[in-house]
């Protein structure tokens, strides 16, 4: 018996190889293979360095199977919070140095971190508060010439450029910021920032504060993440999770963007619903404040009005002992009430900051989004349905779409048979699979967006790291290295290619 499974093991390891390699190989050669959807195309663009695709892989899954190896002895010395600790620690730093490998196929290298920022197209609200330098030009653009923002800004809310202003302040102020600026980044790099966004030596460095901030904004989002899969999976399995987060070709794809800082907010909101095991109207009233603070940040916060609710009603049917109805009930009618509540307060107290009324802001956002759909031709919302689940997988590894349709089959029949009374992490999987299928069906993922969906990719990569653990019996210490491997591959193929 136990030699079939070993032998059916050695066909599955096998069969995961090839059906990887081939994939990269598929990309590498047939990028426009992939790109079927009549209103956008994936640009092909080939800017990478073809001799570094495989070292760079070879770089990160090295770095990978020395945390792992780290994190198992970790866990022989350490549990409980601990452990918890240590492991918040590595994913933050390799959350970190995650993007800063992996752009290192790209011909600029790490240096394209900072071009980024300054690039109007890519985070815009830099350019935004560049351009209008007051909070009074800005809500005036709003107000009266929603066209003169960047892409980004009309579809956002003014928080995002009024933090960029104030960055650009600081900068401003601080000669010792400058001057380390100045010793952190090359003269000849620094001359040709100048010459192409007629950029001084302050806004430089106002734009490498900004990149700190998304950077940490990475690593937290890791964090947050794994301490979120946490409360429904064992510490190894979110450890693994997590790594495997940091893998994905969406972890570093649009790198640096603010959807890294919305992330934060959305699993900061979630942890904070789920940490009280009774429920609390604390819990909720502060889940419900951190959720409208985001808002102010962007309009995609607002989904977790959604997640938490889901979230909770997982915890709450997982938990032991069983509860009765009206116990769930009554938990997730403190979390809305007083979470509705939480929020109401943030958004009041965002309209003393940007002197906006937020229903006003939304409105103008809407019209925004709208505005930037009809420009690009992106306007059949029943293609970017059918279209988002295919690129968000794409975008996600061709290993995680393996392992999610696996843990998929086994959560469904589960799910059928016990509802609803489901084991913790069969309940997670329930409503992570009813929150996508909300998310997807609102029509509200557009263009980039299904990459950029970064709160949810925590709960996507934990989903399949459940699938490849039905089948490790036999190979428990060592696919893992595989997987991570592969995954840091297709990365490396997929960054050098688009």
Aim: glycine share 8%; proline share 3%; charged share 15%.
């Amino acid at each position: 018996m136990e030699s079939r499974l070993h032998r059916k093991g050695i066909w599955l390891v096998l069969g995961l190889l090839l059906a990887c390699v081939s994939f990269d190989l598929l990309v590498y050669f047939q990028p426009d293979l992939w790109n079927h959807n009549s209103e956008y195309q994936w640009r092909v663009l080939r800017h990478g360095r073809k001799s570094m695709i495989v070292p760079v892989a070879l770089l990160w899954s090295g770095l990978m199977s020395i945390a792992l190896l780290g994190f198992r002895r970790l866990a022989k010395s350490f549990s409980g919070r601990k452990l918890d600790g240590w492991a918040a620690v590595l994913i933050f730093v390799l959350g970190i140095l995650s993007p800063l490998v992996f752009f290192q196929v790209n011909r600029f290298g790490a240096k394209e971190l900072l071009v980024r920022v300054l690039v109007e197209d890519h985070t815009g609200y830099f350019s935004d508060a560049v351009k209008f330098k007051s909070r009074a030009a800005l809500n005036a653009a709003y107000r009266e010439n929603l066209a003169s923002l960047s892409m980004h800004g009309r579809t956002h809310p003014p928080m995002n450029a009024l933090l960029f202003m104030a960055l650009n302040r600081l900068s401003a102020r601080s000669d010792a910021w400058q001057g380390l600026y100045q010793r952190m980044v090359k003269e000849e790099v620094r001359d040709k920032l100048h010459q192409h966004f007629g950029a001084g030596t302050a806004l430089q460095a106002a734009a490498m504060l900004a990149l700190l901030l998304m950077l940490a904004a990475v690593g937290l989002s890791a964090v947050l993440g794994y301490f979120l899969v946490r409360r429904f999976c064992s510490a190894e399995q979110g450890f693994l999770s997590m790594l495997a987060l940091i893998c994905l070709p969406a972890f570093s794809a649009k790198t640096p963007v603010m959807d890294q800082v919305y992330a934060v907010f959305i699993l900061t909101a979630a942890l904070t619903a789920c940490a009280h095991k009774k429920g609390s109207l604390w819990h909720g009233l502060l889940s419900g404040f951190i959720i409208g603070v985001g808002a102010w940040l962007s309009p995609s916060v607002w989904s977790g009005v959604f997640l938490l609710p889901l979230l909770v009603l997982a915890r709450e049917l997982g938990a032991e002992p069983r509860k009765k109805f009206r116990e769930v009930y009554e938990s997730l009618l403190v979390l809305g009430l007083s979470g509705f509540a939480g929020a109401g307060f943030a958004l009041w107290l965002g309209s003393l900051v940007t002197k906006l009324n937020y229903l006003e802001v939304f409105q103008l956002n809407r019209t925004g989004w709208f505005l930037n759909n009809t420009f690009s031709g992106r306007i059949h919302v029943w293609k970017w349905v059918l279209f988002n689940p295919y690129e968000y997988f794409f975008w996600a590894s061709l290993p995680i779409f393996l392992g999610a349709v696996v843990q998929f089959v086994k959560s469904s029949a589960i799910i059928k048979k016990s509802w609803p009374e489901l084991p913790p992490m069969h309940g997670f999987f329930a409503a992570a699979l009813l929150f996508a299928a909300i998310l997807n069906l609102s029509g509200q993922i557009c263009y980039e967006s299904p990459r950029l969906c970064w709160f949810f990719l925590p709960i996507l990569a934990n989903f399949s790291i459940a699938g490849f653990s039905n089948f490790t019996q036999n190979f428990h210490s060592k696919i893992w290295y595989l997987v991570l491997t592969l995954i840091s591959l297709q990365t490396a193929v997929v960054l050098a290619i688009y």
